[in-house]
């Protein structure tokens, strides 16, 4: 208590350094070993050509139209994600029958989720968006409903008795005992998923999209522009980066780790 | 008047292992009044806890009825309150939140439950600890706020399932104290689970002693020590210990019969 009302500005500082640093060291790294090994651009591009591809790209204003198609795309994919996928693991773990049968199932559809699903995706839907945020949904889909499955197993027994003993009607036992109980492996599922999801989109759009920074990547590799290739992955490595901390993070910071449930089991 | 009644309560499953039919509560009968505070005592495994679940509606009964404020009892409702030895509080929701949760799942208008909240918050001695949720409180403080979230309630019957067996001797002797005081303010109808002699003694107007495996009445034993009651007067008592002792020979009359039993299995 008396810690965190001193300095609340000293606390942040460490996380944040220790979030940027590693990742300092990596470009220093990289600059260094292009410059002693003399490596040609078409190869590996030094840090400088790669922050003017950046710098390029910002400029003609292709990163924002290639950043915004992805992030749309993904925004979508995670929002129909969540919403078909929570109900359905909800209520698969609510039913040891349902949740016996599925398990496997779900298992199976976790190693095929998302890229394997490319192909079908642009026989359903052709090019372009819809088959991207249906690679995004079905990259994410089968990991959370998994998780938020086991994490209403892992419910504690008297929980559910003691919401059923104050008059709990099964709707509301859903969104007030069953969604709140499972938060802890559904963030988990979020997490996977979200990696899933993000691989996901970045592949759908190398294949099936004429926009997004999937597809500049592809765009960059026929001309040769190494250093739009690598600016690209740098921006894709970094947004999820920025997704993890801006998104997950907080989520976790105000819900299991504020309810002390980020235990074994509680 | 009556809040509770049992009466030829059986309660038979089959064995997974074995398939057989294995008897676990025989033919268990006794009632609880209207603000009467009544233990049920007995043997580890001798299906007390059983008897509770039943009561609460979470455990399907054999044979025999189970009959709350002149009603059958057919699954769980909030006629009955259940207060758990793992205080299965909600973790995602604070002190006041547990304790409005099931005026909110009743639809008790938000005025009201505030009052209620502040009421039986204050009545456990948590004013003030409203907003912290349940890990930042300890132990004891966890089993009062499951008190207060089932009296906020108002049940016919508070059911309370062995709440300080995983509190240390120190906090325990504190919390049945305060159960005591509670339950000599509120006078609330209270069917409390135990393998305690000393607490069930010290915090009931009845005891009622349970055989082991298959479960009988063994006896029902008045307490005749009145009311408030605090520890260091009890333990002073002759009739503290007269009444702790009846309990334990009743007991102690069962471990043989037990014993004979292990023998022929």
Redesign the interface.
Known sequence: MTAQSVKPGARRVGPALWFVGPLAVLVAVWAVAVAAAGTPMRVFPQVGDVAAAIGDMASSGDLFRHLGASLRRMGLGIVLALVTALPFGIALGSSRLLSAFFAPLLRFSVALAGIAWIPVATLWFGYGDRAVIFIVWNAMFFALTYNAMLGVRQI?L??L?????????RT?MFT??LL??A?PSIVTGLRVGLGYGWRGLVAAEIIASDAGLGYALFQAQKYFRTDVIIASMVIIGVLWLLMDRLLLAPLERR?VQ????TGVG? | MTALEISGLRKTYTDDYSGEEVTAIDEVSFGVEKGEFVSVLGPSGCGKTTVLNIV???VDLSGGTVVVDGRPVA????D???V?Q?H?????KTAYGNVV??LR??GVPRTERDERAREYLDLVGLGGFEHR????LSGGMQQRLGVA?VLA?EPAVMLMDEPFASIDAQTRRKLQEDLTRIFESRRPTVFFVTHDVDEAVFLSDRVVVLSGRPSRVRDIVEVPLSRPRRWDEALALPAFRATANRVNELLAGDEDDAGHLDAVS
């Open positions: 504690p008297q929980l008795r003691a919401a059923r003993s104050m008059g709990t009607s509301r007030e005992v709140p109980g938060l819900t504020r309810w002390g449930m509680r | 609460a509606g979470f699954g769980p409702g909030p009955r309150g259940v758990f793992s299965a509080l909600f973790p995602w949760f099931g799942m009743r949720y349940p890990h930042e979230r309630n």
